[in-house]
Every structure is written in C-alpha cells, then in structure tokens.
C-alpha cells in the first residue's frame, strides 16, 4: 500500500499556485522562493480561462486573499469590488492599483491580452512601499513586454450571447387583481376588483378593459451580444524589443423596442477602442529605455432615463395597455409607462477618452561599483468623460376605470390625453469627469552577493499628483522610501522597509507619515538534515510586522472652521436675505488611517515539490479611522461637532492554497484551490450614547445587519373583537393600527412597546467573510477545458426591494410571483412574509431578517472549452476553436436575483462565447 501510494503520489506535479516572480511596483521585482513577504501573483496563462472585457471580472477565485464580488450590471461599470484580507475600516474599501509601476491607476482600463502578470499584495513589507495609500492592500499589474529574438503575431475573433442571469417574475393580471384585492380587504376597504372581473381575467377575456401586459417582455430581450477582435505583435532584435496590442469591443444590450423612434436609439450601447505599444530599447550598452503608451476611446449609450428597471417592476400587468389603438402611449395616475419611460425621452451618448504613458531610463553604474543602477520613470495620464444629452416629453393617455355609479362595477375605460409631445433637444453636451496625472519615480537599485550573502538595497523618491475636475480635487503624494533585502546561504531572509510618506490633505508642517515595516523567512528545507530530502523537499517559513497608512477618506480643509449660510431675514418689500451662521468646528490631530499588520505564513513541498501548498494568518489593527464627533458631544454645543479620529477595528483571518498538475503521455489535467477566511471587529467608532447593550456598535462587524428580531406574526387570537390588542400582547410604536398578519418583534428591553430601543446589531455582516475558487482542467492533443467554480460566505443580503419582496404598499406598487408563494394569510399563518396590504407600514417595512436572505452562493463562473488545430497548420503555433461561458449557474439561497447584486437595475447577465484564435 505504501508503494502504491508513492507510485501514484510520484506522477503528480503540483506546482505552487503563484507565479515564479513576483512584482512589487518601483522596478522591484523578487523571487517567490527567496521572498518573505505574503505576496502572490498570477500570470497572463492564468487569465486566458477567465477573459472579459474587465481584467477585474477575470480575477474571480484566482488569487487567495483576493475577493472579487460584483458589483455593476452595465458592460462599462461591471468592474467588481475588490478587497485584499477584507476590510479593515468601517469607512470602506479601497485597493491601490499599480500599473508598470505606476500607482492609482484604473485596472478597467486594461485588457486582459496586454497583461503579463497580477500581484496582489497582501502585508505591511509589501505594502509599506505605498506609505498613505496602502493600507486597504495593493494589486500590481505589468503589461506585456517584447521579445530577443523573433516575432510572434496573435489575433483572435470573440462573439458572445449574454443573457439576463436572473430577472423576478412578476404577477399576471388576475394574480394582481387577487393579490391587491386581499390587501385592501386586509386593510378594511372595499375590494377592487369582483369575482367576474377576476374570471374574465383568468379567460383572457376583456383585455381592453383589463390588459395583460408582460413589461419584462416589453423593455428586456431575451438577449444582448457582444463582439471582440483583439491583435497583437510581440517582438524584437537585440538591441529594440516591442508589444503592441489593438482591441476592439462592442455591446449592444438587453433593451427591447429601441427603434420605435428615427431620431435616436435608446439600446444599451459600448463602442471601444484601444490601442497599446511598449516598447524597450537599449540605447547604450549599459542604458535601456523603456516607453509605454496606451491609448483608449470608448462611446456609451444609455437611455436618457438610465439603466434603473424599478418601474417595469413596479408597473402591474393590469394597469393599462402599452398603447391605445391609435399608438399613444398609456399611463394613469400612479404608474408611469416602463417601455415609454425607456424609449420615448431620449438617450445620453458619453464620449471617453484616456491616455497612460510613461517613459523610463535604467541606467547601469557598473563601472562605479558592480550591481549599482539608477532608474527614472516619468508617467502621464489624462482621462475625460464628455455626455451628450438627447431629451424629449411624450404625451401620454391616462386610462382610468368607469363604473357603473350604481353597482360600481367597471363597465369600461376612459382615456384623457396628458402632457405633450416635444420634439428633440439637445445639451451640446458637457464634460461630467477629467483627470490628468503626473508622476515621477526616481531610485538608486544596489544588489551585490558576497560568498553567501546577498544584498539587495534601494532608495525610491517618488512624487504623484492627481488632478480632478473640480474645486479642491487635487490630491498629491510624496513616498521617500528606504528598503534592503538580506539573504544568507539561500535559506535565510530578511526584508526591511522605511517609508517617509507625504499626503497633501494632512494639516500644514504635519504633512508626513514614516511607515515601517519588517519580514523574515527561513528556508528549512536548505538546511543539511533536510537537503535533498524526496519526501519533504520544500519547507519555508516567514512572517512580516510593519504599518501602513490611508488618506483616502479625509477631505482637504477638515482643520478649518468655515461660514455657512444662516436664517434668512425680512426687510422692506418683503425681501428675504440670507445671513451667514459659524460652520462645523474644525477638526484637530488629522490622522490617515494607520494599520498594524502582522503575518505569518508556511509553504511546504513534498515529493521533490511535486505535491506544494501554502498557508497564510494574518492580523491587522486599524486605527485613526475618523469618526463623526456628534457621538461624542452634547447637542447643547449648538453647532457642528468636528470630525475626530478615534475609530479602531482589527481584522485577522487565513488563507489556504493548493494546485495540481499532471501530466501522463499526451493528457494532462490540474485541479487548483484556495480558501481564504476575514473577519473583522469594531474596536471604537465613537458612538453616541445608548441605552442598550444590543445597540453598541463596538464589538460588531464591519457592516454588521442592525434591526428588530421577528418572533413570528400577530394571529387573530392576539385581538379582541374591536380590533385591539390583548392584554399583554406587545403594541408597537412604528404603526398606529397593528393586524392580524403583522409581523411580531421580540421586545428586547420588555417595556410592551416595540420602538428604536428593540432593534439590535445581529452578529451577520452584508459582507462575506469566506471566499474560495476551485479551479478543474484537463487536456488531450488539443482538445482541452478549464472551469472555475468560485463561492463566497458567511454574510446576508438585504432584499428590502418595492415590489418584488415589498410590494403594493402606498398603493403604487406591483407583487412578484416569489412573494406570492409564500406570505400570510389566515389560512397559511406561517407564511415568509407579512400580509398584504395597500398602505404605508413602518412597522413590516423595518429592518429586520425578514428582508434578508442568506447570501452565499457557489457559481460556475467560468468554462473554456477549446480545441487546437495548430498541429495540423505548417508555421502555425496555434489555432484554438473555443467556447467560454460566464456565471452559467449559481447556487444560493436568493433565487430570484443575483446574489451579488440584489437590485432592480440593469441586469446582471451570464454569457456564451464562441471565438477563434489564431497565433503564429
């Protein structure tokens, strides 16, 4: 048995997870095996599985520590959010993004063909290079270089069907009818509609008096598609090597019925244009230039509406027809029409254009002391964003019910023209964004090895200054930044890092911050009772110590104390002039965010590393997050409390990581895992005073659910006959009038009185603090696949949406099917939701689980499939026929809408994609 598991365990070739080299930014670049730090990168092979038009949705369950959940539905704004180890401020999330070396730079603005390698950088010895700006982690990506010798061309073709991932089914007429009927009887009025108006509904009898109208099937198409060319060339002679990549993508969306007007289109529409060129030179035997150019233009096109689909859902079946028979739009007095709303006003057009270059010179200093260099990098980036306006009114025909004055039953429907048609006009349009970024690195680089010691040393000066458009919304950096690395025998490392940081929103003579840090690593498997061992081949251990910083979410002038407009006063001919009133305190002690943060990390190989996996623990102390000052201070001060700076979380987790390759003859497969676990703490937040314990916001989670705790629902056993409560049955303060089929609410402080004192923090959090990727692929002679399944957990999504989980209320609302499967009602007492009703309720409506839902989920984010014909073409190195789909399936418990963006907007769609590829 022992020898077959060594037989087996011996055709295995697993491969650590991460790339060979990692890239820290500044012209840094280490080796995985000799590194200390908790850093972790992917390559461009990595990618080819995942590719999307945003590099971001390709990085789903790749890198462990990395969580990438969406958070767009719009092709152009599906960017995810991402998080490095969670979140470490209660103020939000925001991860650095370093582009060839370059921080604070757009990753949407890349495509996935012109990427070389991701690194996401995960602790204080990584990430202290970023001073102020790093404390929320990093991800460093650098863009394709050219080749020595050779050259290598690729073009590949991609057309993809996308289709709504999820959209809620809303309720048909008579389902409608039924449903608004029960509500109004639940509310003591009269019902609407009667049993043979509800009859005739169900026999599709009457539809010009009660319409059946599918709005989805109005607005949406069942699909949208996409097109992609990509081309590339890669490479060079000795002394001059080149990249170049084009790209074109366009998407035409989901909307329905977009050419009813000539003058203007209102489908969802992307137009982009990209163009990138790196190229390296050396210009002198000791002298290499390096510039880097990308440019791109993008045209977008959204109805003059917006994307936002809450009125085809709010909208019932049974309001009124689309049009009249003479082709006017309809519409009554509490719902709007959701094609014409979509349709009949117009679109916006956005014109985007964005410049990244930067040029740089590593000069060689050998000739002064071996291993000495000096690099300098200049960088410049410009961006805008210019709207183009198409707007129009359309009139509609208002459809209300006549009514048989004395039995009140309907007898037919008057229509009464209101508003007008106008025609076309247009804003010449305007400039909604600008930036322009200029920054400049300078570095000394010294690496020498000295017997079995080996030295690397570097001094960085690096100065970014961001300009937006707007009045105080420019933002300047200045990082002086000291760092060495030491290695002994090639099993003992050490890495230290000092960096001088500067932000310009910190108050005048305190301007900078020095942040730094520390990581050691010992290669056990060097050492001479384990060199060369087959069994346990690679053992490493490190840990890091060191702190970093965050400016992002101060503001300029928070030290100054500003007038304010105050009470207006009455002079003569009633003329009302407005007075100035002291403004808010100024704050005092302005702090970034500053981060403790502490690792430790293992990498083991056995089998001569054929078997290799890595474990990571980390914990991190947040503090100086600002807070509002009101928590804090009396209201008798009668004036705006400053902003202080006392906030405090911690933040600890681990993460775990794996992959498998094999190769047998011609058949190869791999299967890759990682899991990563973050979880957080409010240590202080400066909360105001509360009377409960289960209201103190310290010792919760970082977006911890707050709410009443439901304990069922008031049956009629609960009432007397006048409808009063019973003597001790729990009344609420929320409602005037509570009903049978109410929802009922624990009484925390057992006052009798449900009111604010009875809600309570409830130890779930809308962020997940479980995120994991497993990673299938296999090939033969060509034919080939790779999927990735990729999860997230432990966290709750709030489904308080109108209509679909809340409907009729306010009397101008819809009812999904969903809700209709299971509320209450007397006969089915134990229903998920609360009774129908057609009025306001404060008391149903509160936060509470009710409107929550689990929302965690494991999806099929990805599937290639390929086969390459590269084999049977002289001078062809490949030609792949490929399939891929995105998000084909998700199981969760939501159902009805992604769980990841729970939203009536734009849908979130999965894709289909067939396309060739062509390299040679």
């Given at each position: 048995?022992?020898?077959?598991?060594?037989?087996?365990?011996?055709?295995?070739?697993?491969?650590?997870?991460?790339?060979?080299?990692?890239?820290?930014?500044?012209?840094?670049?280490?080796?995985?095996?000799?590194?200390?730090?908790?850093?972790?990168?992917?390559?461009?092979?990595?990618?080819?599985?995942?590719?999307?038009?945003?590099?971001?949705?390709?990085?789903?369950?790749?890198?462990?520590?990395?969580?990438?959940?969406?958070?767009?539905?719009?092709?152009?704004?599906?960017?995810?959010?991402?998080?490095?180890?969670?979140?470490?401020?209660?103020?939000?999330?925001?991860?650095?993004?370093?582009?060839?070396?370059?921080?604070?730079?757009?990753?949407?603005?890349?495509?996935?063909?012109?990427?070389?390698?991701?690194?996401?950088?995960?602790?204080?010895?990584?990430?202290?290079?970023?001073?102020?700006?790093?404390?929320?982690?990093?991800?460093?990506?650098?863009?394709?270089?050219?080749?020595?010798?050779?050259?290598?061309?690729?073009?590949?073709?991609?057309?993809?069907?996308?289709?709504?991932?999820?959209?809620?089914?809303?309720?048909?007429?008579?389902?409608?009818?039924?449903?608004?009927?029960?509500?109004?009887?639940?509310?003591?009025?009269?019902?609407?509609?009667?049993?043979?108006?509800?009859?005739?509904?169900?026999?599709?009898?009457?539809?010009?008096?009660?319409?059946?109208?599918?709005?989805?099937?109005?607005?949406?198409?069942?699909?949208?598609?996409?097109?992609?060319?990509?081309?590339?060339?890669?490479?060079?002679?000795?002394?001059?090597?080149?990249?170049?990549?084009?790209?074109?993508?366009?998407?035409?969306?989901?909307?329905?019925?977009?050419?009813?007007?000539?003058?203007?289109?209102?489908?969802?529409?992307?137009?982009?244009?990209?163009?990138?060129?790196?190229?390296?030179?050396?210009?002198?035997?000791?002298?290499?230039?390096?510039?880097?150019?990308?440019?791109?233009?993008?045209?977008?096109?959204?109805?003059?509406?917006?994307?936002?689909?809450?009125?085809?859902?709010?909208?019932?079946?049974?309001?009124?027809?689309?049009?009249?028979?003479?082709?006017?739009?309809?519409?009554?007095?509490?719902?709007?029409?959701?094609?014409?709303?979509?349709?009949?006003?117009?679109?916006?057009?956005?014109?985007?254009?964005?410049?990244?270059?930067?040029?740089?010179?590593?000069?060689?200093?050998?000739?002064?002391?071996?291993?000495?260099?000096?690099?300098?990098?200049?960088?410049?980036?410009?961006?805008?964003?210019?709207?183009?306006?198409?707007?129009?009114?359309?009139?509609?025909?208002?459809?209300?019910?006549?009514?048989?004055?004395?039995?009140?039953?309907?007898?037919?429907?008057?229509?009464?023209?209101?508003?007008?048609?106008?025609?076309?006009?247009?804003?010449?349009?305007?400039?909604?964004?600008?930036?322009?970024?200029?920054?400049?690195?300078?570095?000394?680089?010294?690496?020498?090895?000295?017997?079995?010691?080996?030295?690397?040393?570097?001094?960085?000066?690096?100065?970014?200054?961001?300009?937006?458009?707007?009045?105080?919304?420019?933002?300047?950096?200045?990082?002086?930044?000291?760092?060495?690395?030491?290695?002994?025998?090639?099993?003992?490392?050490?890495?230290?890092?000092?960096?001088?940081?500067?932000?310009?929103?910190?108050?005048?003579?305190?301007?900078?911050?020095?942040?730094?840090?520390?990581?050691?690593?010992?290669?056990?498997?060097?050492?001479?009772?384990?060199?060369?061992?087959?069994?346990?081949?690679?053992?490493?251990?490190?840990?890091?110590?060191?702190?970093?910083?965050?400016?992002?979410?101060?503001?300029?002038?928070?030290?100054?104390?500003?007038?304010?407009?105050?009470?207006?006063?009455?002079?003569?001919?009633?003329?009302?002039?407005?007075?100035?009133?002291?403004?808010?305190?100024?704050?005092?002690?302005?702090?970034?965010?500053?981060?403790?943060?502490?690792?430790?990390?293992?990498?083991?190989?056995?089998?001569?590393?054929?078997?290799?996996?890595?474990?990571?623990?980390?914990?991190?102390?947040?503090?100086?997050?600002?807070?509002?000052?009101?928590?804090?201070?009396?209201?008798?001060?009668?004036?705006?409390?400053?902003?202080?700076?006392?906030?405090?979380?911690?933040?600890?987790?681990?993460?775990?990581?794996?992959?498998?390759?094999?190769?047998?003859?011609?058949?190869?497969?791999?299967?890759?895992?990682?899991?990563?676990?973050?979880?957080?703490?409010?240590?202080?937040?400066?909360?105001?005073?509360?009377?409960?314990?289960?209201?103190?916001?310290?010792?919760?989670?970082?977006?911890?659910?707050?709410?009443?705790?439901?304990?069922?629902?008031?049956?009629?056993?609960?009432?007397?006959?006048?409808?009063?409560?019973?003597?001790?049955?729990?009344?609420?303060?929320?409602?005037?009038?509570?009903?049978?089929?109410?929802?009922?609410?624990?009484?925390?402080?057992?006052?009798?009185?449900?009111?604010?004192?009875?809600?309570?923090?409830?130890?779930?959090?809308?962020?997940?603090?479980?995120?994991?990727?497993?990673?299938?692929?296999?090939?033969?002679?060509?034919?080939?696949?790779?999927?990735?399944?990729?999860?997230?957990?432990?966290?709750?999504?709030?489904?308080?949406?109108?209509?679909?989980?809340?409907?009729?209320?306010?009397?101008?609302?819809?009812?999904?099917?969903?809700?209709?499967?299971?509320?209450?009602?007397?006969?089915?007492?134990?229903?998920?939701?609360?009774?129908?009703?057609?009025?306001?309720?404060?008391?149903?409506?509160?936060?509470?689980?009710?409107?929550?839902?689990?929302?965690?989920?494991?999806?099929?984010?990805?599937?290639?499939?390929?086969?390459?014909?590269?084999?049977?073409?002289?001078?062809?190195e490949s030609f792949k026929v490929f399939f891929r789909g995105h998000n084909l399936f998700s199981v969760d418990s939501v159902r009805i809408l992604d769980p990841e963006h729970v939203s009536l907007a734009y849908p979130t769609t999965r894709s289909m994609q067939l396309g060739v590829k062509l390299t040679f």
């Open positions: 048995m022992k020898r077959l598991f060594t037989i087996m365990m011996s055709l295995v070739a697993l491969n650590v997870l991460n790339a060979q080299e990692i890239q820290l930014g500044y012209d840094i670049e280490m080796s995985k095996e000799q590194s200390s730090l908790s850093a972790d990168s992917i390559t461009a092979e990595d990618l080819e599985a995942a590719h999307t038009y945003n590099p971001g949705n390709s990085l789903y369950g790749l890198l462990p520590g990395l969580s990438v959940l969406q958070k767009g539905s719009a092709p152009w704004e599906d960017g995810p959010g991402l998080t490095v180890r969670g979140y470490g401020s209660f103020n939000g999330n925001n991860i650095l993004i370093v582009i060839d070396g370059i921080p604070g730079r757009d990753l949407s603005l890349l495509n996935v063909d012109e990427i070389e390698s991701i690194t996401v950088l995960k602790d204080a010895a990584s990430l202290a290079l970023y001073g102020n700006r790093g404390a929320d982690g990093a991800i460093v990506v650098t863009t394709k270089k050219g080749l020595k010798e050779g050259l290598k061309i690729s073009a590949d073709y991609n057309y993809s069907l996308k289709m709504p991932f999820r959209i809620p089914e809303m309720a048909n007429n008579y389902e409608y009818a039924g449903a608004l009927n029960e509500a109004l009887v639940n509310d003591g009025y009269d019902p609407r509609y009667s049993a043979a108006d509800i009859t005739a509904m169900k026999n599709g009898q009457k539809l010009d008096i009660f319409p059946n109208v599918n709005w989805q099937d109005q607005v949406l198409r069942s699909l949208a598609h996409n097109h992609e060319f990509n081309f590339s060339a890669r490479g060079g002679e000795k002394f001059v090597r080149y990249f170049v990549n084009a790209n074109y993508t366009g998407y035409f969306g989901l909307y329905d019925n977009t050419d009813l007007n000539s003058q203007y289109s209102s489908q969802m529409e992307m137009h982009n244009l990209k163009i990138r060129s790196n190229i390296e030179a050396d210009i002198t035997p000791t002298t290499l230039l390096r510039v880097n150019v990308m440019g791109k233009l993008t045209q977008t096109q959204t109805p003059y509406y917006g994307y936002d689909l809450t009125t085809m859902y709010s909208t019932p079946a049974l309001a009124f027809p689309v049009q009249t028979p003479q082709g006017m739009w309809c519409a009554n007095s509490m719902f709007a029409n959701p094609l014409a709303e979509t349709v009949a006003q117009g679109n916006n057009v956005n014109f985007n254009r964005y410049l990244y270059a930067n040029v740089g010179l590593t000069q060689d200093l050998s000739f002064i002391t071996e291993g000495l260099d000096v690099c300098l990098t200049a960088a410049y980036d410009n961006g805008a964003e210019v709207t183009d306006t198409r707007n129009k009114q359309y009139m509609v025909h208002r459809v209300e019910y006549d009514r048989d004055p004395e039995t009140n039953a309907i007898i037919g429907t008057t229509s009464t023209p209101w508003g007008e048609d106008t025609s076309l006009s247009f804003n010449g349009g305007w400039l909604g964004a600008q930036f322009m970024r200029f920054n400049i690195n300078a570095g000394v680089y010294y690496g020498r090895t000295f017997g079995k010691h080996s030295v690397n040393a570097a001094f960085i000066y690096n100065l970014s200054r961001t300009k937006n458009k707007g009045a105080n919304n420019t933002y300047l950096f200045m990082d002086n930044i000291l760092r060495g690395d030491y290695s002994y025998a090639g099993k003992y490392f050490a890495t230290l890092v000092a960096n001088c940081s500067g932000s310009a929103k910190l108050e005048p003579g305190r301007k900078f911050r020095i942040y730094p840090a520390v990581s050691l690593g010992w290669l056990i498997s060097e050492e001479d009772a384990l060199k060369g061992n087959d069994v346990l081949s690679h053992l490493k251990l490190r840990a890091s110590y060191g702190v970093v910083g965050y400016d992002g979410r101060l503001t300029y002038d928070m030290d100054k104390q500003f007038n304010q407009a105050g009470g207006s006063y009455i002079f003569q001919n009633k003329d009302y002039l407005t007075g100035l009133a002291q403004g808010a305190l100024p704050s005092t002690g302005i702090e970034p965010e500053t981060d403790y943060k502490a690792d430790l990390g293992v990498e083991v190989g056995l089998l001569q590393n054929r078997l290799m996996f890595q474990v990571d623990g980390f914990y991190n102390n947040r503090k100086n997050i600002a807070c509002e000052g009101a928590g804090t201070v009396s209201d008798v001060i009668g004036i705006g409390v400053p902003v202080i700076f006392t906030g405090e979380t911690i933040n600890y987790g681990a993460e775990v990581s794996a992959t498998w390759r094999q190769t047998i003859g011609d058949f190869s497969y791999n299967i890759g895992a990682n899991f990563s676990y973050a979880r957080n703490r409010i240590i202080e937040a400066s909360q105001e005073p509360v009377p409960y314990e289960w209201q103190e916001i310290s010792g919760t989670r970082i977006s911890e659910m707050y709410g009443y705790v439901p304990d069922g629902f008031y049956q009629a056993e609960d009432f007397n006959a006048d409808g009063s409560l019973k003597d001790g049955v729990v009344a609420s303060g929320l409602v005037s009038t509570l009903r049978p089929g109410d929802i009922k609410y624990e009484d925390l402080n057992s006052d009798g009185l449900i009111d604010e004192n009875d809600a309570k923090y409830h130890g779930v959090s809308s962020l997940p603090s479980m995120y994991y990727g497993i990673n299938l692929g296999a090939e033969y002679k060509g034919f080939g696949f790779q999927m990735m399944f990729q999860g997230a957990g432990d966290f709750m999504v709030n489904t308080m949406l109108p209509s679909v989980y809340q409907p009729l209320y306010n009397n101008d609302k819809n009812i999904s099917k969903h809700y209709l499967e299971s509320y209450w009602t007397a006969a089915s007492p134990e229903g998920r939701y609360p009774r129908l009703t057609t009025e306001s309720n404060a008391h149903n409506y509160a936060d509470s689980p009710v409107w929550w839902e689990r929302g965690d989920y494991l999806k099929l984010r990805n599937l290639y499939v390929w086969y390459d014909f590269g084999h049977m073409i002289d001078k062809v």
